[in-house]
């Protein structure tokens, strides 16, 4: 098949989007393509030299006459100059807004031999569609892209009903590679939090509300009433503070880890026993797949995408949003049970391995694009 350039837009900092479209990025080079990312700062995912990548910065000059920066205006143009000057066959774009909408603009300067792919990932629609100052430009950007992808069923229903969109949007869950995401031997790493007979409850956010992190803590609580156990918290955000202050008022400041932000999440989640998603919104849920890759189930909510990743009593346990006492049994369901815990734990590592593996997702990203660019797709090899 011919190798394509393809020009990759996305937030470059911490978040789902950013880190599926960079790792995204790096197997299609892999495979050969020649891959260029357009975006303000180096995608932080993206670290040392990979062969087929290059990266273009977005400028954005602060002149006098505008209130604020014009970053979608200069992004449309820099998207333009790259697609000239590498002869991109297709850009694909991560997030409805600005990006689709500067891919558009990208293209009426270009032509349509350049082809749009967009990948909706969640709050562009969940929040920003709610907001009737952007909603008719996400539709513009929507109906206006060659194809429209999103990571979950519930995310194109949900696409569908806000916005009123008929245009079809096809259906790419998100994904781990394998080969960083996958049981670790972590016996030194975990001694250092919990003893031998503890067990290890886990959550991953930017502590955003929607991510319910208060919840988190009350889950864990009624979890640590019944059994040993230690809770571990990575990540930054907004409700930080609050965490903190809910723990010293509950007395748990002695069997709390507050991790901060960190680099290997692979290495941490594998001495993890539990992981805690019991989010108001989520589109998919990446981090509870990266659990299930490493070989830990999940106990979430049953909120967006996450009962698409999660199947209730194989991989994990969903309950309704708010029910932290459903959660909290949950978890001792599974903790207080090995075999089941030991049948929990292979069911992840199959499903992460079959259903959402790199090479899986990577090829259907392909196949789109040699669709839509009108080359005979690849034959498909990964369904299991």
């Known amino acids: 098949m011919k190798q394509l350039k393809i020009g990759i837009t996305c937030y470059p900092r911490l ?81 409805a807004l600005p990006h689709a909408i500067s891919a558009f603009l990208a293209k009426e300067m270009v032509g349509d031999q350049l082809k749009v792919i967009t990948t909706l990932h969640g ?9 009737e100052s952007f909603k008719d430009l996400i539709q513009l950007a929507i109906n206006k892209s060659d194809v429209v992808t999103a990571v979950s069923q519930d995310l194109i ?13 096809e259906l790419i869950y998100n994904f781990v590679d394998k080969r960083i995401y996958n049981p670790r031997q972590c016996e030194h790493l975990r001694s250092e939090f919990a003893q031998p007979d503890e067990k290890i409850l886990m959550h991953i956010s930017n502590f955003r509300p929607v991510k319910r992190t208060l919840d988190v803590v009350d889950i864990f609580a009624k979890v640590n009433k019944k059994i040993k156990s230690k809770l571990m918290l990575v990540g930054e955000g907004p409700d930080l503070p609050k965490v903190q202050c809910k723990v010293q008022e509950l007395g748990l400041s002695d069997d709390v880890y507050f991790m901060g932000k960190q680099d290997d999440v692979a290495q941490v989640i594998s001495i993890a026993d539990v992981m805690l998603l019991p989010s108001e919104k989520e589109s998919f849920g990446l981090v509870g797949l990266e659990a299930m890759a490493c070989g830990v189930p999940t106990i979430g909510s049953n909120a967006g995408g996450i009962p698409e990743l999660i199947k209730h009593g194989e991989t994990g346990y969903v309950a309704p949003i708010g029910e932290t006492g459903l959660m909290a049994e949950y978890c001792l369901e599974l903790l207080q049970n090995k075999a089941r815990y030991d049948a929990f734990r292979q069911a992840c590592i199959h499903r992460a391995t079959h259903e959402f593996c790199n090479n899986k997702i990577t090829q259907q990203y392909e196949n789109i694009y040699y669709k839509v660019l009108e080359m005979e797709p690849k034959i498909e090899v990964y369904n299991r």
């Open 123 to 131: 709050t562009d629609i969940t929040i920003l569609g709610q907001e």
């Open 157 to 169: 229903n949900e696409t569908k009903s806000v916005l009123s969109i008929e245009k079809e949007i």
């Open 15 to 95: 978040g789902g989007s950013g880190v599926v479209a960079t790792e995204l990025g790096k197997l299609l080079a892999e495979q050969g393509h020649q891959v260029h990312f357009i975006t303000y700062s180096l995608p932080f995912r993206l670290g040392k030299f990979h062969k087929n990548i290059f990266y273009h910065e977005v400028e954005v000059r602060d002149y006098h006459v505008f209130k604020h920066p014009p970053y979608d205006l200069s992004l449309a143009n820099k998207l333009a100059q790259v697609a000239t000057m590498q002869k991109l066959d297709l850009l694909h774009v991560h997030y």
